[in-house]
């Protein structure tokens, strides 16, 4: 029995001997309360032998506990002072390398000082010598000069001068033994190939011009078309981009810009007016003459397409990009000299197919780089730069080979020439351009052409007469024989041709042919 439950016994003693108390005597209640003292002993004793148990078994699990951390203690001891050893082992190899490194730096640096004073030592001599050298050089020209009586710069530029004299010399030599040379086989093959292939072909040998002004009728409808204040020609100049000028006479309208195509739609919007019944609201509306123009702009679109893809098809070659093929059918109102462009452009895409099939080459491939050599053209309106490298950056933007793209690009040599094809191209555009019948010229432009040349010609010295022939396509020149000598003739003749070619604009080529007659006479008597 614990404590406790003696301590609850007492209790219950006291409460029962509380009532007894009330009816038992005296005696009873001493007897009782020396129960209870005794009771209280006993609980007394059994606590104090509770309480010495339960310290003993606290001194024995504390000991327990105390001996298990002393144990661990000296454990993480143990190991704390094995790692503590080996990294003072550690620190004691990296001190020794540190050491040694030490040791070798300072010799590096002690034999990198040595030679660094080595070095500034040969330097310095090496600077006076050079000094020395360049002194006594100097001294030695300068004795030199004395000797000779004239300055190494004076003696250097004539020896320059010399040399490009002699160089000179030696090309006009040159460039004569060529020209005396008769045409090779290939030269003739080459013309064989090229005769063969004007023979064969047939086409269009007429010249045209796209119309710059349009007549208007006679009468009011003439002022119908106009509009009031010209509206109906401002509307139309909106769509086509192209200016349009009413003449002074009030008898025709003047489509002024570099669009052929713009032209086109100004001069079927005006043919449209110049159709409709007098007093028509589409005469009077330019908003409506305005949407009648971009209907044709439209309708013209569809017809300049059908044309490039009908150039495509009449050649048997696949069409290209749809804007390259549009490109192809704008060119039908583009003229160069009066000739129609797409028809040059057609034309000469069979030269070249033929030219190619004489050489075993790709016939489509020719055709092809012929038929869009000068697409550029289509667009010189909207773009600055040579047709040549406009039409050949398109082709190369829309997945043409680069064959057809460098030939493009180099028929008027503004690029160099890549490809066999280049060179058929090229020659199949001259051949275009320059047969008869092929390009008409205005007869003041050509009167001044001649007078360019003949001013030309007579620009250098030497020259005793200067004729133009053959239309104008060759320049004959006699020199004074005590003037100029064989080899000026040759140099002269390059002189007058690059003069040509800088200060005029001419289709085709422009031969120049020097002569120097030796004439020596002598009288009998």
């Known amino acids: 029995m614990t404590w406790i439950a003696l301590v609850a016994l007492a209790v219950a003693v006291g409460v029962a ?10 005696q009873q209640a001493r007897a009782w309360m020396a129960g209870v003292r005794q009771v209280v002993e006993a609980i007394k004793g059994a606590a104090a032998a509770e309480r010495a148990e339960l ?19 000296d454990t993480f001891c143990q190991v704390r002072e094995a790692e503590l050893r080996a990294g003072s082992a550690r620190a004691e190899r990296r001190a020794e390398e540190l050491a040694s490194r030490t040791d070798e730096a300072t010799a590096r640096r002690q034999q990198i000082d040595q030679r660094k004073a080595r070095a500034e030592a040969v330097e310095k001599e090496a600077r006076a010598s050079r000094d020395e050298a360049i002194a006594k050089d100097r001294a030695a020209q300068q004795a030199l000069e004395r000797r000779a009586g004239e300055t190494t710069a004076a003696l250097r530029a004539g020896l320059a001068e010399n040399e490009l004299e002699e160089t000179r010399l030696g090309a006009a030599q040159l ?38 002004t349009v007549p208007l009728p006679v009468g009011p409808a003439a002022e119908a ?30 489509l002024e810009g570099l669009d052929g195509v713009g032209r086109e739609v100004a001069r079927r919007s005006l043919a449209r007016l110049g159709r409709a019944p007098a007093g028509a609201a589409v005469i009077t509306d330019a908003g409506r003459v305005g949407a009648a123009a971009r209907e044709i ?32 059918g704008r060119l039908n109102y583009r003229t160069s000299f009066t000739q129609n462009q797409w028809k040059h452009a057609v034309e000469a895409a069979f030269l070249c197919g033929m030219m190619a ?43 043409e080979p680069e064959i057809v793209a460098n030939a493009i690009g180099a028929h008027h040599t503004d690029e160099p020439f890549s490809s066999p094809y280049a060179y058929l191209v090229a020659a199949a555009d001259a051949m275009s351009g320059a047969r008869p019948g092929a390009r008409r010229q205005m007869e003041d432009n050509f009167v001044a052409r001649l007078d360019d040349l003949m001013r030309i010609a007579h620009g250098f010295r030497g020259i005793e007469e200067a004729f133009a022939v053959q239309g104008g396509r060759e320049l004959r020149i006699y020199v004074r024989e005590d003037s100029v000598d064989d080899l000026g003739a040759v140099n002269l003749s390059s002189q007058v041709a690059k003069k040509i070619s800088t200060d005029m604009t001419f289709p085709g080529q422009i031969r120049v042919t020097v002569i120097r007659e030796f004439k020596a006479i002598e009288t009998a008597s």
């Open 17 to 26: 001997g509380a009532a007894l108390g009330r009816v038992a005597a005296g």
């Open 55 to 73: 310290l003993r078994a606290a001194e024995i699990s504390a000991r327990e506990e105390a001996r298990g951390a002393s144990a661990a203690f």
């Open 175 to 212: 460039v004569r033994s060529v020209d005396q040379v008769p045409p090779d086989e290939r030269s003739r093959e080459a013309q064989r190939i090229m005769g063969i292939a004007v023979g064969r072909f047939s086409g269009h040998y007429l010249t045209e011009r796209l119309l710059s």
């Open 225 to 254: 078309i106009v509009g009031r204040e010209e509206a109906n020609l401002r509307a139309i100049e909106a769509v086509a981009g192209v200016k349009l000028t009413l003449l002074e006479s009030r008898d025709a309208v003047r």
């Open 297 to 328: 702009a439209a309708q013209l679109d569809r017809e300049l397409f059908d044309l490039g893809r009908r150039a495509f098809a009449d050649l048997e070659i696949p069409a290209a990009h749809a804007e390259i093929v549009k490109l192809v």
């Open 357 to 399: 099939e004489e050489l075993n080459l790709d016939l489509k491939l020719a055709r092809r780089a012929a038929l869009m050599h000068d697409i550029g053209k289509a667009l010189t309106h909207e773009l600055d730069g040579s047709h040549a490298v406009i039409g050949a950056d398109y082709a190369r933007r829309l997945g």
